[in-house]
C-alpha cells in the first residue's frame, strides 16, 4: 500500500495520507431532509446537546463534529430518524446523482443505503428509487431505516446480482449509480482493519468485477440517461482506470464533467470528482459522470 501511494501520489503525500489514517476519524451528520428537517434544525438540536461541530464547507444539511458522537447516539438522533452518520464524501456523489423529483433511478450496490437515503429524500415524494444488492442482510438494513427516514414510499428493494439482473432488463432508467465495491482505500481512518486485510491479489479481483458491474449497470441507463460511478477508494486502478476502460469498451457513452455539481476543488482535470483526506480532510472517494447518447 504504502509503495502503491508513494509511485501514484509521490512521498509527501503518501505520508500524510498515512498520517490522515492514523489519526481519530471525524465524522459528519446529515440532517434528514426527508422527514421535512434542516440543517438548521440539527445544529439547534446539537447546540441544545452542546456537541461541538461546524457546518459542512460543501454541503448543506450536513455539519462535522470532531467528538460528541456518543451524546448524539445517546440523545437518540440517530434512532428516531432526525439525522444519519454520513461522509461528505459520499454526500457528493450523491450531487452528482442529482436526484430530481419524478426521476426514475437506480442503486445498482445500494445497501446498507447511505446514498439510497440521501436520494430519496432529493424525491420529495415524487419519482422511483430501485435499490439493488446482492446481500439480503443489508438490504434489510436499507428497508428499515428507509422507514425510520420516512422515504420508503419512493424505495423498491431487489435482492439480486446485479449481473444476472441487468441481462434481460429493458433499459429505462433516467439515472444509474453503481457504488461499486472497491478496496476502501480512502476510508482507512474509519476502517482501520482494512489495511491489514488487503493484499494485491483482492485489488485484481475487484478491478475484474468493477469492469463487470460497469458493464451490467450500462445496459439499465435509457438513451439520454446518466450512468454514476463512484468508490470509496482513492485508488485510480478502481477510478480513472476503469472508466478508461469502459469507455474504450462502450463508445456510446461520454464525460459528463461534474463542474456543475461539486466544489470545484473536487474536480480533476478529466472532469472526475475525487474527494482527497490530504487536501479536503473528508474520506477519499472518486465519481465520474457519464452520459449515454442517444
Ligand atoms: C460500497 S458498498 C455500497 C454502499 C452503499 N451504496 C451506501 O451508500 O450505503 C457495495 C455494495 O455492493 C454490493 N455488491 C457486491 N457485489 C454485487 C453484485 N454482484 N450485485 C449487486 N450488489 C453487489 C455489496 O453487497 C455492497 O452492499
Redesign the pocket.
Known amino acids: 500500500m504504502v509503495r502503491r501511494w508513494t509511485k501514484y501520489f509521490g512521498q509527501d503525500t503518501a505520508i500524510k495520507l498515512m498520517t490522515w489514517n492514523n489519526s481519530y476519524p471525524s465524522f459528519s451528520l446529515r440532517a434528514n431532509t426527508g422527514k421535512g428537517l434542516t440543517g438548521a434544525d440539527l445544529v439547534s438540536r446539537l447546540k441544545m446537546l452542546k456537541v461541538p461541530h461546524e457546518p459542512s464547507l460543501y454541503l448543506d444539511d450536513f455539519v462535522r463534529l470532531k467528538t460528541g458522537m456518543q451524546n448524539v447516539i445517546q440523545a437518540g438522533l440517530l434512532k428516531e430518524g432526525f439525522c444519519a452518520v454520513q461522509d461528505e464524501s459520499?454526500g457528493l456523489v450523491v450531487s452528482i446523482v442529482d436526484p430530481q423529483p419524478g426521476e426514475n433511478i437506480i442503486?445498482?450496490?445500494?445497501?446498507?443505503?447511505?446514498?439510497?437515503l440521501f436520494m430519496a429524500s432529493r424525491l420529495n415524494g415524487q419519482g422511483k428509487l430501485f435499490a439493488?444488492?446482492?446481500?439480503e442482510g443489508?438490504l434489510r438494513i436499507l428497508r428499515e431505516t428507509a422507514k425510520l427516514h420516512q422515504v420508503i414510499d419512493v424505495i423498491s428493494t431487489i435482492h439480486?446480482?446485479?449481473?444476472t439482473f441487468s441481462t434481460d432488463k429493458v433499459v429505462e432508467w433516467d439515472k444509474v449509480l453503481l457504488?461499486?465495491?472497491?478496496s476502501g482505500l480512502g476510508v482507512l481512518s474509519k476502517r482501520a482493519d482494512l489495511r491489514w486485510n488487503r493484499r494485491l491479489e483482492d485489488m485484481e479481483q475487484l478491478k475484474h468485477?468493477q469492469d463487470e458491474?460497469l458493464d451490467s449497470a450500462s445496459r439499465l441507463v435509457k438513451p439520454g440517461g446518466v450512468l454514476i460511478y463512484s468508490t470509496?477508494s482513492i485508488d485510480p486502478e478502481e477510478n480513472e482506470e476503469r472508466i478508461e476502460a469502459f469507455l474504450l469498451r462502450h463508445p456510446e457513452f461520454y464525460i459528463d464533467p461534474v463542474n456543475k455539481y461539486v466544489p470545484e476543488n473536487f474536480v480533476t482535470n478529466r472532469g472526475f470528482c475525487m474527494s482527497n483526506p490530504v487536501k479536503h480532510e473528508l474520506d477519499g472517494a472518486f465519481a465520474a459522470r457519464l452520459v449515454r447518447s442517444q
Open positions: 459520499a442503486d445498482c450496490c445500494a445497501a446498507p443505503g447511505g446514498k439510497t439493488v444488492d446482492i446481500n443489508r439480486s446480482d446485479l449481473r457504488d461499486a465495491p472497491c468485477l458491474l470509496c
